[in-house]
C-alpha cells in the first residue's frame, strides 16, 4: 500500500528525466518555429536575350530566370522608349516571357512579335509582372520589339 513516501530510487528516474526532457525542449527551441527560415537568396540576373536600343544610353534592363519564365525587369524604364530582343544564336525563345513593370513610370508597354500585344500599366502601386502570351512570339520569330509610353495615346 502506497503511503504518500516515494522510494528513493524512483525519484532519481523521475528528476533525471525531467532534467532530460528539459534538455531536449531547449535544444528544440533552436529550430523551432518552422517560419522562421533565412529568405531564399535574390536571383542572379542573366544574359539570355540581346537588348538593342536606339537611343543613347540604353536604359537598364535586366534578365532573371522564374523557372522556364524569362522575367525582365523594366522597372527602371520610364517617359516614352522602346529595344529590340533578339534571341540568343542556336538556343531561340525562352518558352514564356514576362515583364516587371513600374506603375506610374509607364501607362503602356506595346510588345512586337508575331502578334501585337498591348498592356496597361496603372497610374500607382507596387512593381507588377506582365505575362506574354507564348503565342504572341514563335520560336523563329527574329525579333521581339518593345515599346513603352508615359502618354495616353498607344506606345509609339
Avoid at 542556336?90 to 506610374?104: D, I, T
Avoid at 502570351?133 to 498607344?154: K, N
Wanted: glycine fraction near 8%; proline fraction near 10%; include cysteine.
Amino acid at each position: 500500500m502506497l503511503n504518500g513516501r516515494t522510494s528513493k530510487t524512483g525519484a532519481v528516474p523521475s528528476a533525471a528525466a525531467v532534467v532530460l526532457l528539459c534538455a531536449v525542449l531547449s535544444a528544440c527551441a533552436l529550430h523551432w518555429p518552422p517560419w522562421r527560415h533565412r529568405p531564399p537568396p535574390a536571383p542572379t540576373p542573366v544574359q539570355e536575350l540581346s537588348i538593342e536600343s536606339a537611343v543613347e544610353p540604353a536604359p537598364q534592363i535586366l534578365q532573371f530566370w522564374d523557372r522556364n519564365t524569362l522575367l525582365l525587369d523594366l522597372t527602371a524604364v520610364n517617359g516614352e522608349g522602346g529595344v529590340t530582343l533578339h534571341a540568343a544564336a542556336g538556343r531561340g525563345w525562352p518558352v514564356r516571357l514576362e515583364f516587371r513593370v513600374q506603375p506610374g513610370s509607364i501607362q503602356r508597354l506595346e510588345v512586337l512579335g508575331r502578334e501585337r500585344v498591348l498592356f496597361e500599366v496603372p497610374a500607382q502601386g507596387a512593381p507588377m509582372v506582365l505575362k506574354l502570351s507564348p503565342s504572341a512570339y514563335l520560336r523563329d520569330t527574329p525579333q521581339i520589339t518593345l515599346r513603352w509610353s508615359a502618354a495616353d495615346g498607344s506606345a509609339r
